[in-house]
């Protein structure tokens, strides 16, 4: 199969050779099925504003009739999508949480006392809030950009300013004063989201909220209570809204192939002649050749120029070294210089100075000179040509035979 889809692909390509093919564009389009890009920071960016009810369940709610336990609340977040699933929101949440509790307690409204001892209360949470949020339907049922439907699982965490009526001396509520302190609030929620166009998004978020610190106005103890909100919303999404797969090409339809499969056969039997030659090739006993001996060293020098510089002294006494322990050892040093530039008498001079600054800087380093034979020649060292002459200025160093 792969051999038939690159035969296709390769016979579109190249079918302008064949006298029968027609002249043939390669189409270039996205492929889902390896994954989406991320997009730039600035992209997929929206905001988010929400109105809706809570309903509040602390110690001595359960006398307070149901219906008059619905309050309102309200959001108003921005946020990013980092890629079609991941995402988070920052903003602010206001929650209006109606209870019952004793006289005294915080938000208490003494003119609303009840028969059964308790008196109606009434607090308002203000704050900002943070979630991280998933969206399911992407995560498992794939990213598709004209999905109508979306449902999204987020969770966050918040903190809270509490406000309560200011009472006259008459009881009656008399505008709003801070009540007792900041409180935390941990969420999560799941929101029911529907495009109505590329920009715009109608949803219903339903939410549960655990709300810690002083929040139940009763016992004025840190208490956790549970309160349940559900809010509808509308988003406005900014900028490219949409993700995006790699682009791939896609071969046109081949009409006719039969050349190319003759050469791709023709191909298969040369492959297999070259198999059949190695296996013969591996299979011949190893034939071990004494390698030529290299130098022990070779120092190199920029065009017209014989004098040693810092790292050739460094490699040079290194050179001593070796020489100082093999004292039985004699050493043939030849220096050497390109025949594409210069004249002779030059070069003959230039060979003869390189040479002794050599010999003379081993003879320095402790070298007997009975070890050391100085020595030129006139040809190329390399002889590789003009355009390689670098390799021919040099001064080599060998063991003597």
């Not at 070779?298 to 040079?316: A, C, F």
Request: charged fraction near 20%.
């Amino acid at each position: 199969m792969k051999k038939i889809t690159l035969l296709a692909c390769a016979c579109a390509l190249f079918g302008s050779t064949l006298a029968a093919q027609e002249a043939r564009e390669i189409q270039y389009v996205e492929d889902p099925s390896q994954g989406y890009l991320i997009n730039s920071f600035k992209d997929n960016w929206f905001i988010t504003a929400q109105g809706g009810v809570d309903v509040y369940f602390s110690s001595h709610d359960v006398h307070r009739d149901l219906k008059d336990r619905f309050a309102p609340a309200a959001n108003l977040y921005i946020g990013k999508w980092f890629t079609p699933v991941w995402g988070a929101r920052v903003g602010v949440d206001f929650l209006a949480l109606k209870g019952l509790g004793v006289k005294g307690a915080a938000g208490y409204l003494p003119n609303e006392h009840r028969t059964n001892g308790y008196y109606k209360t009434r607090q308002n949470e203000i704050g900002p809030a943070f979630d991280v949020m998933a969206n399911l339907t992407n995560l498992f049922c794939g990213y598709h950009p004209g999905r109508w439907y979306n449902l999204t699982l987020y969770a966050g965490a918040g903190g809270y300013w509490t406000m309560v009526h200011k009472l006259d001396r008459n009881g009656n509520a008399d505008g709003w004063e801070q009540g007792h302190g900041k409180v935390l609030t941990f969420r999560a929620g799941l929101i029911n989201s529907f495009n109505i166009s590329k920009q715009m998004q109608l949803s219903l978020d339903l939410r549960a909220s655990a709300i810690d610190g002083f929040a139940d106005a009763t016992t004025h103890d840190h208490r956790t209570y549970l309160a349940v909100q559900a809010y509808l919303g509308l988003t406005y999404n900014f900028n490219d809204r949409e993700w995006h797969a790699p682009v791939v090409p896609v071969c046109p339809p081949a009409e006719n192939c039969d050349a190319l499969r003759a050469r791709l056969a023709a191909a298969d039997a040369r492959i297999a002649d070259l198999e059949a030659q190695l296996r013969d090739c591996l299979n011949r006993p190893a034939v071990v050749e004494k390698a030529e001996k290299a130098p022990l060293a070779t120092i190199y020098y920029p065009i017209n120029v014989y004098r040693l510089t810092r790292e050739d002294n460094n490699v040079l006494e290194a050179i001593a070294h070796v020489m100082k322990d093999n004292t039985n050892n004699k050493y043939v040093l030849t220096g050497w210089a390109d025949n594409y530039t210069g004249t002779d008498a030059f070069n003959k001079r230039l060979r003869q100075n390189r040479v002794n600054g050599v010999y003379n800087k081993l003879v320095k380093c402790g070298v007997p000179a009975s070890q050391l034979t100085a020595t030129t020649n006139n040809g190329n060292l390399c002889d590789l040509g003009e355009k390689y002459v670098a390799l021919d200025r040099a001064v080599t160093i060998e063991e003597a035979e």
